[in-house]
């Protein structure tokens, strides 16, 4: 009888070390993600963040806003080629001062770049586009022939 151990519920649970083994895990990971910057290869330009974008539509156009906050307009650059639609610029990093010490620098900088495919029915000859407070909004009107039409039926 001296090799039987009574057995005690609060000595060993196996939820708790799941737990402890799970943020041991999530503590890793984060380690890990805050060492390498996210860097992505595209078309020769080392892409290092990527701008928040939303895309609407309305009876006339399609608008896509880029949320691309202290980045200079003469950085910025919107192209159409082959029915894509491609913005691509630069956020530059702020020189740093003397005397100034940082604690913590959680934004990124350098080269983004996005790309759209192109809708049907879009007038590429007639985009536009504008900057202002750190928002890019490209104007992608549609042709004549795309646009909606509401037509009337009459009910006998």
């Known amino acids: 009888m001296r090799n039987l151990v009574r057995w005690d519920p609060f000595r060993w649970d196996p939820f708790r070390e799941i737990e402890r083994e799970m943020e041991d ?26 701008p928040s974008v ?19 307009k003469k950085d910025v650059k919107v192209t159409v080629q082959d029915g894509t639609l491609t913005i691509q610029g630069e956020r530059r990093q702020e020189k740093e001062e003397k005397g100034v010490k940082y604690h913590r620098v959680e934004r990124t900088y350098g080269a983004f ?8 029915g879009v007038d590429e000859e007639k985009l536009r ?8 909004l490209v104007h992608l009107p549609k042709t004549e022939k795309a646009k909606t039409k509401v037509i009337d039926v009459k009910v006998e």
Do not use: C, Y
């Not at 990971?29 to 290869?41: A, C, G, K």
């Not at 939303?54 to 200079?72: C, G, H, N, R, T």
């Open 129 to 136: 586009a504008e900057f202002k407070d750190g928002m890019l």
């Open 113 to 120: 770049m996005r790309s759209f495919d192109l809708p049907d």
């Open 54 to 72: 939303d895309i609407s539509e309305s009876d006339s156009e399609f608008l896509i806003k880029a949320e691309i906050p202290e980045v200079d």
């Open 25 to 50: 895990l999530s503590n890793r990971f984060s380690r890990l993600l805050t060492r390498w910057p996210f860097r992505e290869e595209r078309e020769g330009l080392t892409v290092q963040w990527t």
